[in-house]
Structure formats: structure tokens, C-alpha cells
């Protein structure tokens, strides 16, 4: 697949050298109640999830791509396109930046590249989102990109303290 890019940044498929990184990401606890996991990942698991990686989003329903600097090449962060359900012609879509690497505009571009990526390769009508109701950066970034709240699942997530109420975000196609 053709390397996706904007002003900083660059999404690109997943390679072998990324396992450390992807070790330490899906074995971040906090990260565990956005994406449904509750065990460890082992590296042989991941490293089959990367040999893996090359199959297309027709076949897995889902595709990942790496967000890494432009220049230096350095990891910034996973997004990805999952639920990919091509008969409604829609996708979910998710975003993890790296701590230190938060609020510099990297996920901002991400999900604009990812954006035109849906609608215009894979000619998707719409996309979505779940962002936590508390989480204002999420909702801020997926607003500022024209998605739209358009329902609320209560006590949707059951977090590490108490279940989470969940916004629904869509972004429709308007071709």
C-alpha cells in the first residue's frame, strides 16, 4: 500500500522492528477497557498479528497503521480502522498517541489522513466513533474534524472504578 502523508507526519503499515512498541501499547492496562482485553499479549502472539498485518481490510475487517515523525521517523502512535463493514460502507475508527507526543496536532493529522484514506481509496459513506464522555481531548479532536455526537451508550465501558458512559460519533461522507 502507498505510503499515506501530511505536514509532519506519515502512517505506514506495520513492520517487524515495531514489536517492542506494540508489545508495550496492548500491554498497557490503561489502554485495556477502550479496546476489550484483559489478559497480556505475549511478543509470539504480536509478532503473528505483524506477519500477519499484510492481509487487506477486505479480509480482516480491520486495518492498523503506524503514525510515525515524518523526519526522524520515530513511533508516535497506532490508528486504526476496525468493524470495517463493506456492504454499509463503514468503519470504526480508534487513535493511541504516546503520552509525551500528545497535543503537538499528530492525531489531529492522523485522523485527517485516515479520513481521506476511508472515503476516497476505500469509498466509504461514513465513519465512528466511541469517545468516553469525559474525555474532552477526544471529543475536542473528533469534533474539530467534523464528526458529530449523535447518541450515548450509558455505562457502556466498565472501567477500572465504575462503568463509563460512552459518546457516539459519526462522520458522513458527503462526497
Known sequence: MKTLE?????????EPEDIDFL????????YWEISNTIT?????????????SHQDIFTTKQVRFVIEHKENKTIIGLIDLF?????????????IIKQ????????????????????????LNQLYCNVAT????????????NFKITGKKEQ????????????????????
Open 134 to 145: 469525559d474525555n474532552e481531548a477526544g471529543l475536542n479532536l473528533f469534533q474539530k474534524l
Open 83 to 95: 468493524d470495517y463493514d463493506p456492504i454499509h460502507l463503514r468503519a470504526g475508527i480508534g487513535i
Open 23 to 30: 508489545y508495550q501499547t496492548e500491554n498497557f492496562e490503561n
Open 40 to 52: 497480556p499479549y505475549s511478543k509470539y502472539i504480536l509478532e503473528q498479528y505483524i506477519k500477519n
Open 156 to 175: 457502556w465501558i466498565n472501567g477500572m472504578t465504575k462503568f463509563q458512559d460512552i459518546f457516539f460519533l459519526q462522520l458522513i461522507n458527503n462526497k
Open 6 to 14: 501530511n505536514y509532519n507526519i506519515r502512517l505506514r503499515s506495520l
Open 100 to 123: 509525551n507526543e500528545q497535543r503537538k496536532s499528530y492525531a489531529y493529522n492522523a485522523v485527517k489522513l485516515l479520513i481521506a484514506y476511508s472515503f476516497n481509496i476505500l469509498k
